[in-house]
């Protein structure tokens, strides 16, 4: 029970790498307060396995990239759970194109949802936990594709890296009231996100030959980082960025 009494924030909750942090925050004492956007059916499933936990739920809809958003939520969580210790910004697009053929609405809405909505979602969560006084954690979901490119991702890798340098700067700007702040990188994890591009067996087998522990991660994997990250544990972690890949990262031959 490593979260015990603390308050949990998480965006994009409704499925995948969401759901399985706000489950994995709940199974460790947590209650945890859960964005969604335009996925209100994977919300419900969300909500019904923190209920089987027995742990408190409160759901706030909002598209994380309206600065608005933002307010509302940590404002409604806080409200609701009296308090917010840990926030978690997760939600995150990456529709797969080539770089020349990339749209500029897809770029502009892929920085929008992935790094402007982290920047809002954070620097809210961040003045309340000042206010409060009572220290705090900002975890925000990086990836491994902050430090390497992506042939059919070069509007989603820059994001990845700007939540990473976000994270390094909150730690600095953060430290003096007690806020830990740091990134989870992934590496690659079957969710809906890339269901369709690891849809061809020939990239999937490459992906699990290239990854030394042998195997795709699941979504639990990045959540029991994130868990670790957000405990007392990690008390004096800051401005560290974990990758949680099997090894894909350090594995270049
Ligand atoms: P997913 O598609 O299963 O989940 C994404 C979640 O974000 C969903 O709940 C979705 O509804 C929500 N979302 C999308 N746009 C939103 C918006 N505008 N406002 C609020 N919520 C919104 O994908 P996932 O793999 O679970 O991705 C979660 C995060 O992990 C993303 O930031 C992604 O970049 C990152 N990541 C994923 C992988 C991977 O291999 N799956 C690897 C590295 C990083
Ligand atoms: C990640 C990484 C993964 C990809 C997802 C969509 O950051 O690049 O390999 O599956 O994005």
Not at 105 to 131: C, I
Not at 190 to 215: C, F, H, Q, S, V
Not at 235 to 251: C, E, H, K, M, P
Request: one cysteine or more; a neutral charge; charged letters at 20%.
């Amino acid at each position: 029970m490593l979260l015990e009494g603390k308050n949990v924030l998480i965006t994009g909750a409704s499925r995948g790498i969401g759901r399985a942090t706000a489950i994995e925050c709940a199974r460790h004492g947590a209650d945890v307060a859960l964005n969604w956007f335009k996925d209100r059916a994977g919300m419900e499933e969300t909500l019904a396995e923190i209920a089987r936990l027995g742990r408190r739920a409160v759901e706030v809809e909002g598209d994380v990239a309206r600065p608005e958003s933002a307010e509302r939520f940590v404002s409604a969580a806080a409200a609701a759970l009296g308090g917010v210790d840990v926030f978690v910004s997760n939600a995150g697009i990456c529709p797969f194109h080539a770089f020349l053929d990339t749209p500029i609405e897809v770029f502009e809405r892929t920085m929008g949802v992935n790094l402007h909505g982290a920047y809002y979602m954070s620097q809210a969560a961040a003045r309340h936990m000042k206010q409060q006084g009572t220290g705090g954690a900002l975890i925000a979901i990086s990836s491994v594709s902050a430090l390497v490119g992506g042939g059919m991702q070069a509007h989603y890798t820059p994001t990845k890296a700007g939540v990473h340098s976000l994270m390094q700067s909150c730690a600095i700007a953060l430290g003096p009231y007690g806020i830990r702040c740091n990134s989870v990188m992934p590496g690659t994890i079957a969710t809906d996100i890339n269901r369709e591009d690891l849809a061809d067996p020939a990239k999937r087998a490459y992906m699990e030959k290239r990854i030394p522990l042998g195997r795709l991660g699941e979504p639990r994997d990045v959540a029991g980082c994130v868990v670790f990250l957000a405990s007392d544990l990690a008390r004096y972690v800051t401005g560290a960025s974990v990758l949680v890949d099997g090894g894909l990262f350090v594995n270049l031959q």
